[in-house]
T-cell receptor, first 114, second 110 residues
Framework: KQEVTQIPAALSVPEGENLVLNCSFT??????LQWFRQDPGKGLTSLLL?????REQTSGRLNASLDKSSGRSTLYIAASQPGDSATYLC?????????????FGPGTSLSVIP | DAGITQSPRYKITETGRQVTLMCHQT?????MFWYRQDLGHGLRLIYY???????DKGEVPDGYVVSRSKTENFPLTLESATRSQTSVYFC?????????FGPGTRLLVL
């Protein structure tokens, strides 16, 4: 059974620092991996989606990498800002047509201190 | 307004009562989903729908019923609410692979 973990559970950094969030999954047979952001009391917003054939995706100050063989993905945030404070979740999709195999990690709560 | 909306945003009910959570999207996305989010369990898929009149179970479907008579609506019904169904419920929709989430419904079952 696919299990997704995220380390650390919480992170507090000063503004301007570069940081890395980690996502690990136990079954490397994935279709894609997606990173989401969740603000308190709100829904999830998609940040980046990486297909299983890709190694990384970039959007602005965000860069996500994928290493299927080791079951890892990282989300790199450059020059962090207070507005980046939120919970970041990764989600792994196991099959091309099977939405019931989308497994979410527990999230990393990020605080960026001005 | 365009997007995906959920109602009510907050709901308190008692055990044994029937509760329906509503989800509406304006994009005409084919796929719609219901998740619950709980501390210690993260987000778990309850039901999903690939199109109108097509629904399928997710990871935790017991105690829930869904329907999809129209593409834009995907209501979730708790037939007889239990305390274990206290949670935050999120609806999502997608056309291709990116999912778009609603703001959530906080449900408390007393």
């Amino acid at each position: 059974k696919q299990e997704v973990t995220q380390i650390p559970a919480a992170l507090s950094v000063p503004e301007g620092e570069n940081l890395v969030l980690n996502c690990s999954f136990t079954d490397s047979a994935i279709y894609n991996l997606q990173w989401f952001r969740q603000d308190p009391g709100k829904g999830l917003t998609s940040l980046l989606l990486i297909q299983s054939s890709q190694r990384e995706q970039t959007s602005g100050r965000l860069n996500a990498s994928l290493d299927k063989s080791s079951g890892r993905s990282t989300l790199y945030i450059a020059a962090s800002q207070p507005g980046d404070s939120a919970t970041y979740l990764c989600a792994v999709r196991g099959g091309e047509t099977s939405y019931d195999k989308v497994i979410f990690g527990p999230g990393t709560s990020l605080s960026v201190i001005p | 307004d365009a997007g995906i909306t959920q109602s009510p945003r907050y709901k308190i009910t008692e055990t044994g009562r029937q509760v329906t959570l509503m989800c509406h999207q304006t994009w005409s996305h084919s796929y719609m989903f219901w998740y619950r989010q709980d501390l210690g369990h993260g987000l778990r898929l309850i039901y999903y729908s690939a199109a109108a009149d097509i629904t399928d179970k997710g990871e935790v479907p017991d105690g829930y019923v869904v329907s999809r008579s129209k593409t834009e609506n995907f209501p979730l019904t708790l037939e007889s609410a239990t305390r274990s169904q206290t949670s935050v419920y999120f609806c999502a929709s997608s056309e291709k692979e990116t999912q778009y989430f609603g703001p959530g419904t906080r449900l408390l079952v007393l």
